[in-house]
């Protein structure tokens, strides 16, 4: 039976974590040079700008693993193209550990200070998911397995000869990781570090207050 009231917590933080995460990428392109994300209208926080169908939808499911539509970068306006590309492409894993600090330290607020109720009990929870799913998301997208955002940040320290053939393979290492996801490997990876990492996060920003 299709879980409505999941639906209902899991929507609000996967729209933000989609929505930071691919804001990130077109924003550090455009400090770097890159006018191109801001031309196709993705320097926005409108969530509508960047879902991708099959990729919310496999977050939604796994709490995970997801993706959302990528924003257009075009290295040709950067000084350092290969280090300038490496930089945006971990500000978006980055910027997911980011949201799932503050949204830590908003789960700890309302757990310590606010009795539960038809208002803080729903955020409280909104806020755990947010903290799994942000940290699903960085720890996936850091996986250095064409496209993802791990393999643009390893070429940046592949030989020369080796760079370009590397990000080429996307269509391989797209099948790997469905190979992967499907067999159940990747969740076997993944989650032992994603529950490691979301309890260490939701610990110590607890102790700040």
């Known amino acids: 039976m299709f879980d409505f009231k999941l639906l ?77 590309m490496a930089i945006v492409s971990v500000a978006g ?23 539960p109720g038809p208002f803080t009990l729903p955020l409280a929870k909104m806020s755990y998911l947010g903290v799994k799913l942000n940290i699903g998301l960085a720890i996936f997208n850091l996986l250095p397995i064409p496209p993802l955002d791990g393999s643009k940040i390893l070429a940046k320290f592949l030989p020369w000869s080796l760079r370009s053939q590397y990000l080429k393979s996307e269509m391989i290492g797209f099948l790997v990781i469905l190979l992967l996801s499907v067999t159940g490997i990747l969740g076997k990876v993944l989650y032992p570090i994603l529950t490691l990492f979301s309890n260490f996060v939701l610990y110590y920003t607890g102790l700040i207050f």
Do not use: C
């Open 8 to 84: 209902f917590l899991l929507t609000p933080p996967l729209l933000l974590a989609l929505t930071v995460h691919e804001f990130s990428h077109g924003f550090a392109a455009y400090l770097l040079g890159d006018p191109t994300p801001k031309t196709a209208g993705r320097l926005s926080l409108n969530p509508l700008k960047h879902l991708d169908p099959l990729g919310t939808l496999v977050l939604f499911m796994t709490q995970a693993i997801g993706w959302a539509r990528p924003v257009p970068i075009n290295p040709n306006y950067f000084k350092n193209p290969w280090r300038d």
């Open 93 to 115: 894993p980055l910027s997911n550990l980011l949201l799932a600090i503050i949204l830590g330290i908003v789960f700890n607020i309302i757990y310590k200070f606010f009795p």
